[in-house]
């Protein structure tokens, strides 16, 4: 969204540039009527130079009666800085998006970001091992069809629920680390256990994905391709014999 400011200013701008240059030809249409209709009498050239005079005349009138309607307006407050930096990043990252590759790029840098806000915390190596999981759960999101599909649902609700702990396990390190209390200590080491526990459920659930996709996906019988080039080479390997019996000079009795 643009900044409504700056919008209003330069909505302010055009209208005086666009009555300035209808005032410019008014005059000039004007002047040109007044000056030719003297010599050649009123005929219908004439009319059309004195109504294109009037017209441009009217229309720059209007042009200023909006200029000065505009100008009476109180322009909008000026734009917050961080609003502004958020609005621009935000169109930033929509201009990215949008390209072939873009929505992978975005994710990429704010995996990235937010590893490096917990970097030298107790949530940042199970939040990597998370990482590591959803990529590979991500990977094989769209094998996990039929009954699997529950597990997926409940995969993306852990995964939230586990990244908003570990800025939970952070925020509290942090702020022990300014007031060290036994109470901040034992609520940290509870929240790290949990944050602990709930990425190895996850990579537990991960396993047990990958299992479902690989026995979803291991046949009962040969392979059709492998089974189909099998019988090629039987194939070649008959017409092969068959072509060296008839090369084959038959022996005189």
């Known amino acids: 969204m643009a900044d409504e400011r700056a919008r209003h200013f330069r909505r302010l701008r055009r209208l005086r540039n666009s009555a300035r240059r209808w005032s410019v030809l008014a005059g000039g249409l004007g002047g040109a009527a007044a000056v030719l209709t003297p010599y050649a009498g009123l005929g219908l050239a004439d009319a059309a130079w004195a109504g294109a005079a009037g017209s441009a005349i009217a229309v720059a009138a209007w042009r200023w009666v909006?200029?000065?309607a505009l100008a009476a307006v109180p322009p909008p407050p000026a734009l917050d800085p961080a609003?502004?930096?958020?609005?621009?990043?935000?169109?930033?990252?929509?201009?990215?998006?949008?390209?072939?590759?873009?929505?992978?790029?975005?994710?990429e840098v704010r995996r990235v970001r937010s590893r490096l806000a917990l970097r030298g915390t107790a949530a940042a190596?199970?939040?990597?091992?998370?990482d590591r999981a959803a990529l590979t759960l991500a990977?094989?999101?769209?094998?996990?069809?039929?009954?699997a599909e529950p597990a997926v649902r409940e995969a993306a609700e852990a995964d939230r629920s586990l990244r908003e702990l570990a800025t939970r396990v952070a925020s509290v390190e942090r702020a022990a680390k300014l007031t060290p209390q036994s109470t901040l200590n034992e609520v940290h080491a509870t929240l790290v256990?949990?944050?602990?526990?709930?990425?190895?459920?996850?990579?537990?659930?991960?396993?047990?994905?990958?299992?479902?996709?690989?026995?979803?996906?291991?046949?009962n019988t040969e392979h059709p391709a492998a089974a189909r080039l099998t019988e090629a080479t039987d194939l070649l390997h008959g017409v092969a014999s068959?072509?060296?019996?008839?090369?084959?000079p038959l022996r005189a009795p």
């Not at 930033?92 to 929505?103: D, I, K, Q, S, W």
């Not at 190596?125 to 998370?130: I, K, S, Y």
């Not at 990977?139 to 009954?147: D, I, Q």
Request: net charge neutral; aromatic share 4%.
């Open 83 to 107: 609003e502004a930096a958020a609005r621009s990043r935000a169109r930033l990252v929509a201009a990215v998006e949008r390209l072939p590759v873009g929505p992978g790029v975005v994710a």
């Open 125 to 130: 190596e199970p939040w990597a091992r998370l």
């Open 139 to 147: 990977g094989l999101a769209g094998r996990l069809t039929g009954l």
């Open 193 to 219: 256990a949990q944050l602990e526990d709930g990425v190895a459920a996850y990579e537990r659930l991960v396993v047990a994905a990958a299992g479902y996709v690989a026995e979803d996906a291991r046949p």
């Open 242 to 248: 068959a072509l060296a019996e008839l090369r084959t």
């Open 66 to 68: 909006d200029h000065r």
